[in-house]
């Protein structure tokens, strides 16, 4: 078990002394990607019964497959440029793009984070990332605004759930994956997912 909390870095410059701390982080801005549960850019495959509950959708690739059996509740589904996912797929370049251009303090995050406990913050880790054998825990210390900005360089895999307490909101965290996710069997993740390749659910992830 561990937890991650924010430094500070004490800076001297030529004339002056400061100290820079990290600073309590603005959520990343989703734009009208944050209407969708689902979007993408290479196109969407469903091979059960799965709910996606918010806006689906895929530019500029239009593919959708496996709606039915499964269904979209809450929203719609759009493909291609000159839909909404269009629109919503250059909002997301941007959200990335904001959420891998902010400054990671450090400590640099282990391979697995399983067992450990996250304060609000930037994060890192330039390699990949599993979370396995016991949950994350995401500690939102009372502030139901705490910002939790997580940044992987290569894949996210889950075999464990990620969950939230002390406040902390799933509209807050954000995973920028340099490549892929996968959610693994019957885990339950928490925030938005980012990533650069691709993003699997699998069986009963939630």
Known sequence: ?????????????????????????????????????????????????????????????????????GIVINGAIYTGPGSLAGTAQNDLTTAYNNAAGRACPGPVLLGNIGGTTILPGVYCNFSSVLISGQPVTLNGNGNPNAVFIIQIGSTLTTAANVNLIGGAQASNVFWQVGSSATLGTSTIFNGTIMAQASVTVKTGAV
């Open 1 to 69: 078990m561990g937890t991650y909390r924010a430094g500070c870095i004490k800076t001297l410059g030529l004339l002056l002394g400061f100290a820079l701390c990290l600073k309590a982080q603005l959520p990343v801005p989703l734009g009208t990607a944050g209407s969708f549960a689902v979007l993408a850019g290479a196109g969407v495959t469903s091979t059960g019964n799965t709910v996606v509950n918010g806006n689906l959708g895929t530019s500029p690739t239009l593919s959708v497959t496996g709606f039915g059996p």
